[in-house]
């Protein structure tokens, strides 16, 4: 079964860096629509950033661009996420996502969690004050 396997995550102050990297298992990733979303205590998922299979589309939640960027490398199956000027409230578990298409046209993803059919386990970012 395919799989996604997220890692980085981990404790930073405020206004430091993580990246978040994500392995899948299958080749077929590579031609497939990913992203991060994300889950604090008591609230639901919540996008964070997705792009296309071949980097041309990237999409941010507002409140994180200009701080993160989402990155793909296919010949490796694999998809980061930079996350710098982290902020407490960037305090979540982070999951990896993808979709069963490419992600070839302009599409928001921020409204359409329920296109991301794979979902990794999460990994835990905490940022302190």
């Known amino acids: 079964q395919a799989q996604l396997v997220e890692s980085g995550g981990g404790t930073v102050q405020a206004g430091g860096s993580l990246r978040l990297s994500c392995a899948a298992s299958?080749?077929?990733?590579?031609?497939?629509?990913m992203g991060w979303f994300r889950q604090a205590p008591g609230n639901e998922h919540e996008f964070v950033a997705a792009?296309?299979?071949?980097?041309?589309?990237?999409y941010y939640e507002d409140s994180v661009k200009g701080r993160f960027s989402i990155s793909r490398d296919n010949a490796k199956n694999s998809v980061d996420l930079q996350m710098n000027r982290l902020k407490p409230e960037d305090t979540a578990i982070y999951y990896c996502?993808?979709?069963?298409?490419?992600?070839?046209?302009?599409?928001?993803?921020?409204?359409?969690?329920?296109?991301?059919?794979?979902w990794g386990q999460g990994t835990q970012v905490t940022v302190s004050s």
């Open positions: 299958d080749r077929a990733f590579s031609n497939r629509a």
């Open positions: 996502v993808a979709t069963l298409f490419s992600g070839a046209a302009p599409w928001d993803p921020s409204n359409s969690k329920s296109a991301f059919t794979f």
């Open positions: 792009i296309s299979w071949n980097g041309d589309y990237t």
